[in-house]
């Protein structure tokens, strides 16, 4: 089995795959609804709700424990390495995108004339605790939905183009 045929066949990575996706392209709706902007570049930010990290790591987490079972090391491991990064999304890298709020109106007050040339530090860098609890949900359901229903996603194409 070649390696493209192998990463095909892992249900687990495609399905938190499409559920990442899901969760990205959601995050225009989002927009469109709270801001009232249709602003396709929010695909290609980061931060925002839901949190696409923690949906893809919640995900593949769930999927893991589905297909291994949740007593099992494996399971352990990718709660502990979701975790990791859903915390980091709402801790460390939220911290960094308040920090670049603030330095970006500290130069603005500081030196005005020299901030007008500089491009302003990016903001949106992490994630707040409700949009990484979204993400995570929606992470978990994607893929233990796909999985126990249709099984691996080419498995679902295929089943549909026989009917």
């Not at 559920?19 to 801001?35: D, I, R």
């Not at 999304?89 to 030196?111: H, I, K, P, T």
């Amino acid at each position: 089995m070649d390696a493209l045929t192998a990463l095909s066949d892992n249900a687990v990575l495609a399905w938190a795959l499409l559920a990442c996706g899901v969760a990205q392209l959601s995050k225009l709706l989002v927009v469109l609804v709270t801001e009232r902007q249709w602003r396709p570049a929010v695909l290609l930010e980061t931060g925002g709700m839901p949190s696409s990290h923690a949906t893809l790591v919640s995900g593949v987490a769930a999927g893991v424990g589905w297909q291994v079972g949740f007593d099992q090391p494996l399971f352990a491991m990718a709660c502990a390495m979701a975790l990791v990064v859903m915390y980091d999304a709402s801790g460390v890298r939220r911290a960094a995108g308040v920090q670049a709020e603030r330095l970006n109106a500290f130069m603005a007050l500081a030196d005005p004339d020299r901030c007008s040339s500089l491009e302003p530090l990016n903001t949106n860098l992490g994630h707040t605790r409700r949009q990484v609890f979204v993400g995570a949900v929606l992470g978990i359901a994607v893929v233990l939905l796909g999985i126990s229903r249709i099984g691996g996603i080419l498995d679902g194409l295929t089943g549909a183009a026989n009917l």
